[in-house]
């Protein structure tokens, strides 16, 4: 890779001297202390970075992670080679290690954006608005869309364009969000091919219902993606499920994806522990099996007796039971009654 070339010979800015005392405020752009002309006119950047001149080896290109010089970004990093930050534009694997508090130059990111859509950003946003800049200040001509398109795709790789001739604004998303806020930068109070400063911010959320049902249904795909590539990783023989997004677009928000939980019967293959329910559908087929139903007392004392004696061969699995069980081996709970009442009988008689 060639060294990266110095973009201009003098740094431009203030000096050292001329900076107000106090500390930079990312969220207000400005130094503490420092008063904000609300009514200052914009004026064109004199600067712009050329990724194909500009672009090349830093000492930063050496460190194992590094951001991108924002002096880079807007063309006029004085530094070149000796720049301790990166001088390229964000690539897919820069984008994977970007950690999602920081954007691409390092800066801290905010959970809200601020109220006239400028600044780092927000993280707090969803996936496709930190990917949208909005773009103000076009002049309405032919070929617009063209000419946007021309001069953002410097920056990274743009998945939509859309123009609003009438308003004179465009809003354009890029694939990654680093390349965004690379473009953001990079673009900041420059020219199209007419005279005109663009005014560029960050997008607001689209309010469209039809959108915002879009975006809960991609939400609800990616997540059960997420969920079945991690069950394969971890070798369950879960299959994927029928239904893998809500049809129901009232519950979309509440509906979120599951994973599957694995089978777990072989472990139980071995155990001759019966269910409650398993002896109550046993007990009920036994019950209407019998031909002869107990009428008199001491039929039902017997048929207890060969209930003990069908559980008892149940359990063991061996079919050398006695047929005769002493009365204290029996169901304490109905047989010891069974019984008294059943001598109780015989003695009157």
Request: proline share 4%; glycine share 6%.
């Amino acid at each position: 890779m060639k060294k990266a070339r110095k973009q201009i010979c003098k740094p431009i800015g203030p000096k050292r001297s001329d900076k107000p005392r106090g500390n930079y405020n990312i969220w207000f752009n400005k130094y503490s202390g420092e008063r904000q002309d609300t009514g200052q006119s914009k004026t064109r950047a004199s600067t712009r970075c050329n990724v194909e001149k500009d672009s090349g080896e830093t000492r930063g290109s050496h460190r194992e992670f590094s951001y991108i010089c924002l002096k880079f970004a807007r063309g006029c990093c004085p530094n070149g080679f000796e720049c301790s930050w990166l001088h390229v534009v964000p690539t897919p694997v820069f984008n994977l290690n970007l950690e999602t508090a920081k954007d691409c130059f390092g800066r801290d990111r905010h959970g809200d954006v601020r109220d006239d859509q400028s600044g780092t950003g927000s993280f707090g946003a969803d996936d496709e608005t930190q990917r949208t800049l909005y773009v103000g200040g076009i002049c309405e001509g032919k070929g617009s869309h063209s000419c946007l398109y021309s001069h953002f795709k410097e920056w990274g790789e743009i998945e939509n364009v859309r123009v609003l001739s009438s308003k004179g604004v465009a809003f354009i998303r890029y694939k990654y969000r680093a390349n965004t806020e690379f473009a953001k930068e990079a673009m900041q109070n420059q020219s199209l091919d007419k005279n005109e400063i663009l005014n560029i911010r960050w997008a607001t959320s689209d309010p469209n219902p039809w959108v915002v049902k879009r975006k809960h249904i991609e939400y609800q795909k990616r997540t059960v993606d997420t969920i079945i590539s991690a069950n394969k990783e971890l070798g369950l023989s879960s299959e994927p499920t029928k239904k893998r997004v809500c049809n129901s677009t009232d519950n979309l928000m509440f509906n979120e994806g599951t994973g599957f939980y694995p089978n777990t019967d072989a472990e139980y293959e071995s155990s001759k522990i019966l269910h409650t329910d398993q002896n109550l559908v046993d007990f009920k087929q036994r019950l209407n099996s019998d031909s002869k139903q107990p009428k008199t007392l001491a039929d039902l004392v017997a048929w207890s007796q060969k209930q003990v004696i069908d559980n008892k061969t149940l359990d063991s699995g061996s079919t050398n039971v006695p047929v005769s069980i002493p009365k204290e081996q029996l169901n304490p709970q109905l047989v010891p009654d069974y019984g008294w009442a059943s001598d109780s009988t015989d003695e009157s008689d």
